[in-house]
């Protein structure tokens, strides 16, 4: 499957996550067996933030990516597209800053976050190739970007393994405990269609980060990607790098901590 199959109008992704907000973080937890948890803190320990730091955490949802930052004094946009997503995690956490916004087109200015971050989410962004190319303007020079999404597990038999767990047993498990089983559906095809780890390193180079690396977690079932923002820019804008691409993939040096 590719993701041309998988392809809905932003809208209607939106409402999708609407349905699923007032449940969306207890469904996750048990879907993923309680590693979304542990998955989180992966990437907070990566970000790495200081007080008086700005960061923006993207398709941030109901905020819980976010609660970390905020705990800690950091000042953290949580920014996501579904209104309803928002009105759950504002009513849970009124003191974070909620904004919605769509990944292709982001409501800040150049240059306006010490770090950028997006967690499960990029793969349901239409266009998310302009997301990094969004990311990497809003984000200073030197600044940070750290990104988890489902990636291709490493080792053969767990892939099959990963994929018929998706395919068969998580869909059977959202019949009982999410409001709307088909948006899981539509969430398990488009983890499977979602590209490896050197393709999702590739786009990011294309797009203008440098240092780009990736660490497996759970067998390489999710990715935790990082990179940096040049200090200076680049003669080639993100848009005309990622246009002008035609060679193959990168493959980069893999700096997978165990």
């Not at 993207?58 to 953290?76: K, Q, R």
């Not at 928002?86 to 800053?97: A, E, F, M, Q, S």
């Not at 919605?100 to 971050?117: E, H, R």
């Not at 990029?122 to 969004?134: D, H």
């Amino acid at each position: 499957m590719n993701r041309a199959s998988l392809e809905k109008r932003p809208d209607e992704v939106a409402t999708m996550f609407d349905d699923v907000a007032p449940k969306y973080d207890v469904v996750n937890d048990v879907l993923s067996m309680g590693q979304t948890r542990r998955w989180r803190r992966i990437v907070v320990d990566a970000m790495d933030m200081k007080l008086g730091q700005r960061v923006l955490d993207l398709a941030a949802g109901t905020g819980t990516s976010s609660e970390p930052y905020a705990d800690a004094g950091i000042d953290v946009i949580a920014c996501d597209f579904s209104l309803g997503m928002l009105k759950v995690g504002k009513r849970r956490r009124p003191d974070i800053n909620f904004v919605a916004g769509d990944a292709t087109n982001l409501p800040f200015a150049d240059n306006s976050f010490d770090a950028s971050t997006i967690s499960f989410g990029l793969r349901n962004v239409n266009e998310p190739k302009k997301a990094l190319a969004e990311m990497l303007r809003v984000t200073k020079p030197g600044g940070k970007l750290v990104i988890a999404e489902f990636s291709q597990p490493v080792v053969p038999l767990w892939r099959t393994m990963y994929t018929e767990y998706l395919m068969r047993a998580l869909p059977a498990i959202a019949v009982k405990v999410a409001s709307n089983p088909d948006a899981y559906v539509y969430l398990a095809e488009s983890i499977r269609a979602w590209p490896d780890q050197d393709h999702l390193a590739a786009w990011l180079q294309e797009s203008g980060w440098e240092k780009v690396t990736y660490r497996n977690l759970t067998g390489g079932i999710v990715a935790v990607h990082r990179a940096t923002k040049p200090l200076e820019s680049k003669p080639e804008g993100a848009a005309e790098a990622i246009a002008a691409h035609k060679g193959p993939v990168a493959k980069l040096r893999r700096n997978i901590q165990r």
